[in-house]
């Protein structure tokens, strides 16, 4: 089999200029390795003459994305505009609507209309890949859908928002608050153009409803997932988790109950000695659990040029090989709805408080606590150092609705200082 | 596609009771995620009669994994028997000649006859898989084969023996020397039939060759592994390692110079705060480093019934499926000749000698290295204690050649207490 594979790339921002790098520079390695020729027959963005540091001039160009997803001498369209609708989206549809292969990285598409869109795939009978889409270059969504088939999976979780984990690590390394360090990450360019995508969590969140569909065999849902920023997280709390034994990260969770899935991307304690705790800066980290293999954690860089580039490629190669695999692992008309656990699981819980310096006020605190059934695994109670104390609780798993209802009643009691804050431990 | 994928079963030790129960138990998911169901026509192993857990009384029977292998209803033939050569062999070939598909977790019978083996596979226009060969449930094969396909590997590290993971953080957590942590490690039945297989660093070595032969795109070269095992390794060694920031793992290393490829696996020297350092107990590691793509780490079980069943049936799975990948990622016979490269590359490297307390020992230490070109990074000598002083260097990188050739005229003179200890250190 030697005919090419002809590749129309829609955007050139930094990932779709590493696309065309690799096929430009790899092409006889490609070809060894796929038994075809990967080509590049045409490309498009919004600008058309700018310097993207790779030669564009061997290829046609298209302003439209519709019409160059369309093209009949594109095999594959590989869409890298980003944004959940307009262009991104209806270029995909075209190109599925007219045969062509998908590959893509754009995960607030598939966040949002991945089940339309994997529909379109399978009665089109093409493939729709989209690797780059979660975690940058970790091979996660292929060990999900094909390395890891025989298992039942039971958990996935991970770190997938490099600048995240940055600004927690900076903070944590530097001393500084949140504030100082979200502008520096702005004045670096770490952050998307709506800096909340980033920090409010967003954007994992897509990430992880994508890789929990595949996991547990559902229709995607965004809507699923209990989203909660960065934006909140102390230097104390950092500061506080770490004498306990933890790192504050922002973690995306999933996981199969009883009553259906779980999923949350959140500020969440886990300990240092971890692999999750242990992750430093921009990289991101997948854990996927599943009943044969056990735990599996993958480990990379989660975005840039280079690392998105190969997990677009590595799709395009498996595409080339006449590799198939159903979009979600699963035909997209049988993938369950999305069934939400009615009841949050129990989770251990940090727990800071400021006490007024007054006597029994720490008595009333674990008092309240233990009317809700919370017990206490561990505590602490720092000096008053001439003002409040800081209290710091680790509980024994408890539900969220339980804590919450307690957490109101300490609130209210005059002696503590400002509002508790709670932040779930995750057991890794 | 409804046709069910029928297997033949070769060895129902561990592994394949874990295969066994894996296509009893997860049948609904595996016909939905495969699109056809997976099914078991007959299996083999030495005894018929054993309780292993598992129903085989719906299967046929072979005494001979040859007669197994070319079964008409059998489509796949799973070999989990072990042993380089033998009916493992013989049965693998009758499988190919047959036509079959074959899935192994055979890694000795790989290392040594891999290029044969792929060519037969070739030959035949059927895959051969081996996931479960290298690092149990760690899908780490399919990443370089597939989800890496467009880099060009630089270098691929790991630490793939369990057992000797196992044995050197024992050492280290209990301060236990070798013999007495490898006696537990045999009372607890962790160790090969022939332990030298474990502990001389060879079934790490066959794992690292086979990897190796995917990374750089040339024939399984196991002969051009630079073994060494953790034999000799001291718990003074490793709680010295420690002191400089280091721990030391049975770590296989592959990578590509100008002048042809690198494999080792040996006892090295690795940051104590890296995720090779990090790793503790009989998990397994392996990293990946391509031009694009940076670096990856995978982490995960490498053994047991649950992990290599796991990756077992990931094969088995993308066979359902439909999706063929040359066996070393490109057709074998494009598989380059094993290029060996003709000078190691420079390390540094962790000497520890004993001094006797004699005026000018040190110097004359450094003074021999010097004339050597070898520059020290940092050193540190403890108290004589009334006798020998140890003292440790850390080098700059150089080449083994001349550090040998510097070590031989430090052993010669008469104030240096036995043999020097010379240990590589890998930046990671």
Redesign the interface.
């Known amino acids: 089999m030697t005919t090419p594979l002809r590749l129309g790339i829609a955007g050139l921002g930094t990932v779709g200029a590493?696309v065309v790098k690799?096929v430009q520079g790899?092409a006889d390695?490609?070809e060894?390795?796929?038994?075809r020729p990967i080509r590049i027959a045409a490309v498009g963005a919004r600008t058309r003459n700018r310097d993207r540091g790779v030669d564009l001039s061997p290829y046609g160009w298209e302003d439209d994305p519709v019409a160059l997803a369309k093209r009949d001498d594109v095999d594959v369209y590989v869409e890298l505009m980003g944004g959940s609708d307009g262009p991104a989206k209806a270029s995909v549809e075209a190109a599925l609507a007219a045969g062509k292969a998908v590959v893509t990285a754009n995960k607030a598409m598939l966040a949002l209309h991945g089940q339309a869109l994997a529909e379109a795939a399978d009665a089109a009978g093409v493939p729709l890949r989209f690797?780059a889409a979660v975690a940058g270059?970790?091979?996660c969504v292929?060990?999900l859908l094909?390395?890891?088939?025989?298992?039942?999976v039971t958990r996935v979780m991970g770190v997938m928002n490099g600048t995240c984990n940055y600004i927690l690590t900076r903070m944590e390394g530097a001393g500084l608050p949140y504030d100082d360090v979200f502008r520096e990450a702005l004045d670096l360019g770490y952050l998307e153009a709506d800096p909340t995508l980033d920090v409010g969590g967003i954007d994992a969140g897509h990430k992880l409803a994508i890789l929990s569909a595949i996991a547990f065999?559902q229709r995607v849902d965004f809507e699923g997932v209990t989203l909660q920023g960065i934006e909140r997280v102390s230097i104390d709390d950092i500061r506080r988790a770490g004498d306990m034994g933890y790192r504050i990260k922002l973690l995306g969770v999933a996981q199969a109950g009883a009553n259906g899935v779980e999923q949350s991307m959140r500020p969440t304690l886990v300990p240092a000695?971890s692999?999750l705790g242990?992750l430093e800066g921009a990289t991101n980290m997948v854990v996927i659990e599943?009943?044969?293999?056990?735990?599996?954690?993958?480990?990379?860089?989660g975005a840039?040029e280079?690392?998105t580039?190969?997990?677009?490629?590595?799709d395009?190669?498996?595409i080339a090989?006449?590799?198939?695999?159903?979009v979600f692992?699963?035909?997209a008309q049988?993938l369950a709805p999305a069934r939400r656990a009615a009841t949050a699981s129990p989770h251990a819980h940090y727990l800071r408080l400021s006490l007024r310096d007054e006597p029994g006020a720490l008595a009333r605190v674990a008092t309240i606590l233990g009317e809700h059934g919370i017990s206490i695994d561990r505590m602490r109670q720092y000096d008053h150092d001439g003002g409040d104390a800081p209290v710091l609780i680790v509980t024994h798993p408890c539900r969220p609705a339980e804590l919450d209802a307690a957490l109101g009643r300490i609130g209210d009691v005059p002696f503590v200082a400002g509002t508790p804050v709670a932040l779930q431990i995750q057991g890794v």
């Not at 060894?32 to 038994?35: D, E, H, I, K, W």
């Not at 390395?147 to 039942?152: H, T």
């Not at 599943?290 to 860089?301: N, P, Y």
């Open positions: 590493g690799i790899q390695l490609l060894a390795r796929c038994g690797e270059g970790i091979p292929k060990a094909e390395g890891l088939a025989g298992n039942r065999g000695d692999p242990q599943g009943d044969a293999v056990g735990q599996i954690v993958l480990r990379g860089a840039g280079g690392p580039a190969s997990a677009v490629m590595g395009v190669c498996d090989r006449g590799c198939a695999v159903p692992g699963v035909p049988t």
